[in-house]
């Protein structure tokens, strides 16, 4: 029995559809030394930015994060330095980064049209349209 019709949770098919997408895009960023989950960090601190309003620019709260960036400032990608203000800590993205970046995007690309081809261009840009507007539907973490 499909467990799709098995449950009317919104949230169960949401993530069950995730993790396969994470697999397709994972699967083609692997090329690169990336996850996908590593590709959106990068994709999103192409400036410094505090580790607040990039937690925020993800969906993620500070301490899951701190935990995904430990790789990425382990590999030279990133590197955190402090703000005008000394508790402010800033991401920066380093030029391995930026290299690492421009080598993985025709592979996110290359994972991108996969989805697009495999449910089609149409329903693809609906989904998308309509998981923004869950997400701007749904309270943040500061509001929940």
């Known amino acids: 029995m499909d467990p799709l019709t ?14 396969r997408l994470s697999q397709i895009y994972d699967a083609h960023l692997a090329p690169a030394g990336l996850s996908l989950n590593a590709y959106s960090i990068l994709r999103r601190a192409p400036a410094p930015r505090q580790l607040g309003d990039l937690a925020e ?41 930026k290299a690492c ?21 149409t329903p693809t840009a609906r989904l998308n349209a309509l998981l923004d507007q869950l997400d701007h539907a749904l309270p943040t973490g500061a509001d929940a």
């Open 6 to 19: 098995q449950s009317p949770c919104t949230c169960f098919r949401l993530r069950r559809a995730a993790r």
């Open 101 to 121: 970046l421009r080598r993985a995007r025709p592979l996110w690309q290359r994972a991108q049209n996969e989805v697009e081809t495999t449910f089609g261009p």
């Open 57 to 97: 620019a993800l969906g993620m709260d500070r301490t899951t994060l701190t935990r995904n960036l430990k790789p990425l400032l382990t590999a030279g990608w990133l590197e955190q330095r402090r703000g005008d203000d000394a508790r402010q800590r800033l991401i920066v993205i380093t030029a391995a980064g």
